[in-house]
């Protein structure tokens, strides 16, 4: 996927030389069959007017969530019926912070947004510099559309601080209980990752390259790491947000790598390249693995989180941009196919799978029964509105962006088919 677009022809005949070369990799991954599967695990799914991209908070039986619609919204756990919504003018793409009665969020209006828990009304809000999908390069200075820029900064909540990035270039710490600013710090491109908290440090990566360790209590920088960029993906931009394992800092990058550091002194501890394919997806550790996918060669990983080694790797038929959640011997994550997967940890074997409506209903229109895409069906257009509107196709599967969360044996998310979703774990 393509970090700039058709500026000029010799930008134009570099993406399709990309392009190009990410199809034929991926039409040699993708070895299994996907059938539809059966809907008897749903418990309750809710319907909104807008797609659902960021991930879902739960606390004290009620589940919150947003939608490109531009509402929050908060369900009964147990029937999903609605408790309450909070309309702000923006898309909501990023997954809510819920801590000491509030919910913190920001929303594509530019407001970072604070609404008390029980009534669903404003508490504050607080103004960035503008929330936006318009992506600076690092050689030209020129701005363009990303269309695989999907999610906004979350927020993280600690000792009366909350802290978030924003499209601006900018970090911010406020007062959790006012909205007022305590200090900000600017990167050079959009901030869209989500903050990681450890101790006095907080750790974020930006679309400049750079994943920053900042004094949290002042916001000086510590220290700083740049990805090395790629030819065509040059800013080597880090689009989510970071894990943090035994001293490690783990994440990906728009220059086909995963990267893992000191968190003390951002010196690498080991990295793993994706030949041609993007690592958006925040990895997750669970008993000591790291598990992610990819975009473009369309891959799940099991690596040791220490060590580096793989241990297995599962294909795909579509990307993967959200994290897993583990539960007993199964680890569960969301495709763009509109399937959400429980894969054993020890094989890297499908064992259970659910598919979203918009999936069962549109499945067919992007692939054949083998799982392969159907004739005259390219990810990438000529053109760029081609190319949004074959994205478009793609999201109409319910594809499933959100990182799923696990509360009582059930898995909440939501998916682009404009639906959330509770469905039972299944059995172990």
Not at 19 to 25: F, M, T
Not at 232 to 256: E, H, L, M, T
Not at 324 to 340: A, I, K, M, R, S
């Amino acid at each position: 996927m393509p970090e700039y677009f058709f500026r000029n022809n010799s930008d134009m005949r570099n993406i399709l030389k990309s392009a190009l070369y990410i199809c034929v990799i991926l039409s040699n991954t993708f070895s299994q069959s996907y059938g539809q599967s059966s809907s008897k695990d749903l418990i309750w799914k809710y319907k909104t007017k807008g797609k659902i991209i960021g991930t879902a908070a739960i606390q004290n039986h009620i589940v919150y969530f947003g939608s490109s619609d531009g509402v929050i919204h908060a369900l009964h756990e147990k029937n999903g019926t609605p408790v309450w919504n909070f309309k702000t003018k923006g898309e909501i793409a990023s997954r809510p912070e819920v801590s000491n009665g509030l919910l913190y969020i920001l929303s594509g209006d530019g407001n970072f947004y604070a609404i008390n828990v029980e009534t669903g009304k404003m508490a504050w809000k607080f103004k960035t510099g503008g929330e936006h999908r318009f992506i600076r390069h690092s050689s030209s200075g020129k701005t363009y559309s990303d269309i695989w820029d999907y999610y906004l900064s979350s927020a993280v909540v600690d000792n009366g601080t909350v802290y978030f990035g924003s499209s601006d270039g900018n970090i911010y710490s406020l007062n959790a209980r006012t909205g007022k600013l305590k200090w900000k710090y600017k990167t050079g491109n959009v901030v869209h990752a989500s903050p990681v908290l450890k101790g006095h440090k907080l750790y974020l990566g930006s679309f400049d390259g750079n994943m920053y360790a900042l004094n949290a209590l002042n916001g000086k920088l510590i220290w700083k790491f740049k990805t090395i960029g790629e030819r065509y993906f040059p800013n080597g931009a880090i689009q989510r947000g970071a894990a943090f394992y035994k001293g490690g800092v783990y994440f990906g990058s728009r220059d086909f790598n995963l990267y893992v550091l000191n968190s003390e002194n951002g010196r690498g501890l080991w990295n793993y390249r994706e030949k041609g394919s993007w690592i958006i997806a925040t990895p997750t550790i669970y008993n000591g693995q790291i598990y992610f996918g990819t975009s473009d060669s369309h891959a799940f990983y099991s690596f040791n989180a220490e060590t580096g080694k793989m241990n297995w790797k599962l294909n795909l038929n579509m990307r993967v941009y959200g994290s897993t959640v583990g539960y007993g011997d199964n680890v569960f994550f969301g495709c763009f196919n509109g399937y959400l997967y429980g894969v054993n940890t020890k094989t890297g074997h499908i064992d259970w799978r659910f598919q979203t409506d918009g999936s069962h209903e549109n499945y067919q229109n992007i692939y054949r029964k083998d799982g392969s895409f159907q004739p005259g069906f390219h990810i990438y257009g000529k053109t760029l509105q081609a190319t949004r509107e074959n994205e478009e196709k793609i999201q109409s599967m319910g594809s499933i962006m959100a990182t799923p969360i696990i509360q009582n044996r059930i898995l909440f998310f939501g998916s682009t088919d404009s639906t959330f979703y509770a469905v039972k774990l299944p059995d172990q």
